[in-house]
C-alpha cells in the first residue's frame, strides 16, 4: 500500500521559512516523480514544485522561483520542500504526490498518488 506522509507545516510571519517534508512508502520511490501541489481556500490544487525520479530534472511555479527549493532523498525516501521569503499568498494545504510520466511533471494529471496534506499559513 502506498503511502505519502507530509509534515512540516504550520504558521510563519511573512518573510520566514519552513521546510515540508514527505515520507513515501509502499512504492519504489526512485522510480517515481514527485511533487509538491497546494490548494488555497476558494481556489484549484495548483502545481509549487516538482522533481524527477532522478532529481536531475526540477519545475516550479513561477509565483515561487527563487524563494522555494525541492529536494529528495532516494536513500531516506524522502522528497522536501523548502520555502523561504514566505508570502502571506503561500497560505494553503500543501500536498505531496508521486508519478511516473515524465513529461507531465506540472500537472496534477500526471501523479498517481497523493498525500492527505498538511497546512500552511503565512501571516502578514
Known amino acids: 500500500q502506498v503511502q505519502l506522509v507530509e509534515s512540516g507545516g504550520g504558521q510563519v510571519q511573512a518573510g520566514g521559512s519552513l521546510r515540508l517534508a514527505c515520507a513515501a512508502s509502499?512504492?519504489?520511490?526512485?522510480?517515481?516523480?514527485m511533487g509538491w501541489f497546494r490548494q488555497a481556500p476558494g481556489k484549484e490544487r495548483e502545481i509549487v514544485g516538482a522533481i524527477s525520479w532522478s532529481g536531475g530534472i526540477t519545475y516550479y511555479a513561477d509565483s515561487v522561483k527563487g524563494r522555494f527549493t525541492i529536494s529528495r532523498d532516494q536513500a531516506k525516501n524522502t522528497v522536501s520542500l523548502q520555502m523561504n521569503s514566505m508570502k502571506p499568498e503561500d497560505t494553503a494545504v500543501y500536498y505531496c504526490?508521486?508519478?511516473?510520466?515524465?513529461?507531465?511533471?506540472?500537472?496534477?494529471?500526471?501523479?498517481?498518488?497523493w498525500g492527505q496534506g498538511t497546512q500552511v499559513t503565512v501571516s502578514s
Open positions: 504526490a508521486a508519478g511516473r510520466i515524465l513529461m507531465g511533471l506540472s500537472a496534477a494529471s500526471s501523479y498517481d498518488y
Open positions: 509502499g512504492l519504489t520511490f526512485n522510480g517515481y516523480n
